[in-house]
């Protein structure tokens, strides 16, 4: 860590991609599979409504995708910001 | 050869597997007894925190709890949801930064963040309260699936399964505990999924559950949606559409968000992320657990709903292409002459399923009894049963009356209800006859019921086991941490010597494996109501505490003492209301009843509450006192930083 600023653009970096992150956590799960169900039932995944297949396993692949996504890029703004192991 | 004896073949070869683990991931120092030397490749943690995670409920009851509950499946999503998105939080808000400080346990972090021995205290509380209530369960689980597998009486099962977790815990501490839960991965993923595979495809033609649960219902030909098919039959017996809203929509919300939060604050789980090399290998070791634990939970669904269907189209043959009621319902001869059915004798004789021919027809009739049926049919049974029990020389004409009185009660009650349009006076029925359906069935039984070869029947009794012994590992290796680490080492006697600590954590292992087993021979009453407990007190204290110790440099000693406090009372207290104090029975203060609820927040979703409590009781104390001295602050600014994360150190 080279010096005071450096490391709070690091963290602000890494609290905005944790932010970001956790809206669509948020909307993939809380969101499409339980307080927007109702209201879009006529989408369908096959056999099931959009809401009733993302509480069932859409938001499980997101929450999946989400955190591979995030630990690659953490991983490339620990190399910009010089603090990789 | 027999069921039994291959039952008993496969077990054993898994457990002389396991043990042949422990003897070779033998722990040598405190570093490998308590987070495995931190040498664990993040997809071999991956798959380990997966069985540690994933427990005999998991494995045995999660199908069936979506499969068979009254408000229909779609409301259970939220334990699919909220035990799978509680990794999301661990990897973006906790998992790399506690490991980039890279001491052993939970309370410890607590402890220096705070700069205080007694918030580190506070959290060993939370910590063994929590893992206690937890492992009870686990030990339960042996037992019974012991019981149902091999024919031992479910009291030996417990003292086998305390026995195996003994050696290869107590002799490998989180080493030997992490390379065994990797075999018990394997072997629990496969036992579910292959029953799974085939069922999918007998019912929608789909190799893969997660496609079939979205497919179409192939007996039929394939011209309606397989969840379709389920709701239209289940709704004609009387049951709730199988994919009908939740009636408590907010309580839902609610319920996710604890099993979420609580998930990410259960020490067991985070001390997994304590046995990976590097920081970047917390945050994608993560994502690995997700793949693995992702594995069982997307198949969960497809699994429940296919054998609600099955069971029902069993039951009912003439649901298959038509109606349920367009044929007869299954015959008793049917049963006992199909060698395809005889599972129904199997499961009938452990007590998973009941039935009784009330109507005396010979047939079974399977269906949800209208309110009115079932109330009167209530009154029935206990006019029934006071006349049982009435002593010899007792009056028994106004017993007799009563008897009397309710059968016409009940009469009435048959042409009242009704299924469809017809009453069940006319259809000829007196009641559901399938009086009993267990939620483990639908998991149990799913390679009997799809005719699988015996080996698969032994792999889900192996599958099973896995699944409740890992989970009981890493709980006991948690508890036995927390003691010999953080009570001995921390405050008892912090000049112990690395060797005498690691006998500590040996005999701390030892006191808790007894322990867990007691706990298991004689559960306390409320062992069904501890994992709400478990689960919300993880979300109202341990996670909101890590979270703003992380995250706030602001957060002080007081404002988490206080937070943590408030969230234990706070929630303990609101569940106890409801449940009992200390879960004694009768000393509930409200019933346990959805309209008695305060703002319909069931018992089993206050942790998000007890949360909010934590962080706004933490939030306001700290700003009332004095700021984190200044080598806290740079304890935080290095833990925000993955460089320079090394070995952990014992000091």
């Known amino acids: ?85 | 050869m027999d069921q039994f004896t291959l039952n008993l073949l496969v077990v054993g070869a898994t457990f002389a597997l396991y043990i042949g683990i422990a003897i070779w991931a033998r722990a040598g120092t405190t570093a490998e007894f308590y987070a495995a030397g931190q040498g664990v490749p993040p997809v071999m943690n991956g798959m380990a925190t997966g069985a540690d995670w994933m427990s005999a409920a998991s494995f045995i009851s999660m199908a069936g709890i979506i499969a068979l509950a009254p408000a229909g499946g779609y409301e259970q999503s939220a334990f699919l949801m909220g035990w799978t998105g509680g990794y999301v939080l661990l990897a973006l808000l906790l998992a790399p930064y506690l490991r980039k400080f890279g001491k052993f346990t939970v309370p410890e972090f607590i402890g220096d963040r705070f700069y205080s021995g007694g918030a580190r205290l506070v959290a060993v509380v939370c910590l063994i309260v929590i893992s206690v209530t937890y492992v009870i369960g686990q030990m339960r689980g042996v037992g019974v699936t012991f019981s149902r597998f091999l024919e031992v009486s479910t009291d030996t099962g417990l003292y086998i399964g305390g026995a195996l977790v003994f050696i290869y815990a107590v002799l490998g501490g989180m080493k030997g505990i992490t390379y065994t839960q990797v075999a018990q991965y394997v072997v629990l993923i496969i036992a579910y999924t292959v029953p799974a595979i085939f069922i999918s495809l007998q019912l929608t033609g789909s190799f893969l559950p997660q496609l079939g649960l979205v497919g179409s219902y192939a007996p039929s030909g394939g011209e309606v949606s397989m969840l379709a098919k389920l709701d239209s039959v289940v709704t004609e017996l009387g049951f709730k559409a199988y994919t009908s809203d939740s009636p408590n929509m907010f309580n839902m919300f609610l319920f996710t968000m604890s099993l979420m939060i609580g998930t990410a604050g259960l020490p067991h789980v985070i001390i997994r992320f304590f046995t990976v090399p590097k920081v970047s290998d917390a945050r994608s070791s993560a994502g690995w657990a997700l793949v693995f634990i992702a594995l069982l939970y997307t198949v969960a669904p497809a699994v429940g709903s296919m054998a609600r269907l099955n069971l029902t189209t069993t039951f009912w043959p003439g649901a298959v292409t038509g109606t349920a009621l367009s044929a007869p319902a299954l015959s008793i001869a049917e049963i006992d002459s199909n060698p395809n059915l005889s599972w129904i004798r199997t499961w009938e004789k452990t007590k998973l399923l009941e039935m009784a021919d009330k109507n005396g027809d010979g047939l079974i009739q399977y269906f949800n009894e209208p309110k009115v049926v079932a109330d009167a049919g209530k009154v029935l049974a206990a006019a029934n049963k006071a006349l049982a029990d009435a002593a010899a020389d007792a009056d028994k004409a106004p017993l007799e009356a009563a008897i009397v009185e309710a059968q016409a009660a009940f009469d009435a009650a048959l042409t009242e209800g009704k299924l469809g349009d017809k009453s069940l006076a006319e259809l000829g029925f007196k009641g559901n006859e399938l009086t009993k359906v267990d939620n483990d069935i639908m998991v149990l039984a799913n390679p009997e019921i799809a005719a699988l070869p015996g080996w698969v029947i032994a792999l889900v009794a192996a599958g099973a086991l896995a699944a409740a012994l890992s989970t009981a590992a890493g709980l006991l290796l948690a508890i036995s941490s927390a003691i010999s680490h953080d009570l001995i080492k921390g405050s008892i006697n912090p000049d112990i010597s690395e060797k005498s600590e690691l006998m500590w954590a040996r005999i701390a292992m030892t006191g808790a494996i007894i322990v867990a087993t007691y706990l298991g021979l004689n559960p306390p009453g409320f062992a069904a109501q501890v994992v709400a407990l478990a689960f919300g007190l993880a979300a109202a204290t341990i996670f909101p505490t890590l979270m703003m110790g992380i995250f706030s440099k602001r957060i002080n000693k007081e404002g988490a003492i206080a937070g943590m406090l408030a969230g234990l009372v706070f929630t303990a207290v609101y569940i106890f209301l409801f449940k009992g104090w200390f879960f004694v029975p009768g000393t509930n203060v409200y019933p346990d009843t959805a309209d008695q609820w305060f703002f319909g927040i069931s018992p089993l979703s206050i942790g998000t509450i007890g949360a909010l409590v934590n962080f706004i009781v933490a939030y306001v104390v700290s700003m009332a006192t004095k700021a984190p001295p200044a080598h806290v602050v740079d304890l935080i600014e290095s833990i925000r930083v993955p460089k320079g994360a090394g070995k952990a150190q014992s000091h």
């Open chain 1, 1 to 85: 860590m080279a010096d005071k600023s450096s490391a709070n653009a690091y963290w602000a970096a890494n609290v905005r991609i944790i932010l970001i992150s956790l809206a669509i956590w948020f909307v993939s799960s809380f969101g499409l599979g339980i307080l927007l169900r109702p209201a879009l039932k006529g989408i369908m995944v096959g056999g099931a409504d959009l809401g009733f297949w993302f509480a069932q396993n859409g938001s499980i692949y997101i929450f999946i995708v989400l955190i591979f996504v995030y630990a690659w890029m953490m991983g490339k703004i620990d190399a910009e910001h010089g603090v990789e192991e």
